[in-house]
């Protein structure tokens, strides 16, 4: 009976090492390197119109980026690339890197049937335990849903799902609201 091929343990320099060569991301899971799966049209579309319409509204004092930056949960030992994130103020970057930040204000995830489930656990308890997160939004592909997890002042999550093309969702933790014919704009439902 032979055994099973042991798996490489990479430490979190090895891996920043290996991204900054890399022809495709990976994201990093405690020690562990797991590629990026590729996207939709549908998928890609969603995050353009998010991030076009977050930019067209953001003030002087909060940027959106999309997947070229990574946010780093420190307390799981994990990078994670959201679909769109903003922060407010200036990026507090993880040891002085320049690709990778720990203090997201919101994130966008859209949803696709790869990483949902991981989107919906594993990635929200992880991104919750970031300080400086206020909301933490899922965008349905396949059919006009928002859902928004957003901290009150209390720290507690409140849930809220906004559906339907005719809705307006107001992203609490930084005054915007988008429509979904907006953030759904040529998308094949």
Known sequence: MSALP???????????????????????DNGEIIAMAGGSLNHARIIGNIDRGFGGKLGKTCESKTT????????????YYPDVFIFCGEPIFYQKRKDAIINPTLIVEVLSDNTEAKDRGEKMLAYR?????????LVTQDNP????????ADEAWIHKATIGLKSVVKFESIGIEL???????????
């Open 68 to 79: 070229e930056v990574k946010i780093r949960v420190d307390i799981y030992r994990k990078f």
């Open 179 to 189: 429509t979904l014919e907006e953030i759904y704009q040529r998308v094949l439902l």
């Open 129 to 137: 335990t970031l300080e400086s997160l206020r909301e933490y939004v």
């Open 6 to 28: 042991k798996r490489k343990i990479y430490t979190t320099e090895e891996y920043l090492d290996l991204e900054e060569k890399a022809e495709y991301k990976s994201e990093y």
């Open 145 to 152: 849903t928002v859902e928004q997890y957003i901290k009150n």
